[in-house]
């Protein structure tokens, strides 16, 4: 056998205990939990809806808070990803259907799609637990435009804050998804009264 070929089989040897080694390694991990933020739209009574129709457009959301994965700050700014749980949906996705409830249940005709004299566009600026602080922190930038012509009618900013003592896990979850409900609360009055 010649010394190149003695080499490649070696190299093929360890390539495959690296690949044991790497699947092994996957599977020695639990699987990821998943969450949605059903309970976020909950917190207004349901009213009628009246007025003109909302169409509500895809939200925005930098990376990683633009994905399936749940983002914890730490205290030097740095952030990283909860390895045990992850949303049941890139979290834009998850929102908007959230949002839409929201606004249906203050009264507002909203819709994911549709046509509407006014469109609302949403930017996630933050949506992650700050362990400095042991808060879930959300923070909506949203503005209301003319759905033709883009004209912006209004814009305006929600932060809300919830406990979070806790920062893995279905308690992260939790505190997100009460902050959540809280900012969707305050955008959902104030879309209602500029609509």
């Known amino acids: 056998m010649s010394d190149r070929l003695a080499g ?8 495959l205990c690296a690949v044991a080694a790497l699947s092994a390694a996957g599977c020695a991990q639990g699987p990821r939990q998943a969450f949605d933020l059903a309970a976020a739209a909950g917190t207004l009574p349901r009213a009628e809806h009246g007025g003109p129709g909302l169409v509500v457009r895809e939200i925005t959301a930098a990376p990683p808070t633009g994905s399936a994965r749940i983002v914890v700050r730490e205290a030097d700014g740095s952030v990283f990803i909860l390895p045990e749980a992850e949303w049941t949906a890139p979290l834009p996705r998850l929102l908007r259907d959230r949002m839409v409830e929201a606004l249906q249940r203050a009264g507002v005709a909203a819709a994911a799609y549709g046509l509407a004299g006014t469109a609302l566009a949403t930017d996630v600026r933050r949506f992650e637990i700050d362990v400095a602080r042991n808060v879930a922190v959300v923070e909506l930038s949203a503005r209301l435009m003319d759905a033709n012509t883009g004209a912006v009618r209004a814009v305006q900013s929600f ?5 979070a003592p806790q920062h893995t896990g279905a308690p992260a979850v939790m505190a997100l998804t009460e902050a959540a409900g809280q900012a969707l609360a305050r955008l959902a009055t104030w879309a209602r009264a500029k609509v």
């Open 159 to 163: 932060v809300a804050e919830a406990p």
């Open 8 to 15: 490649r089989r070696t190299g093929f040897r360890a390539l």
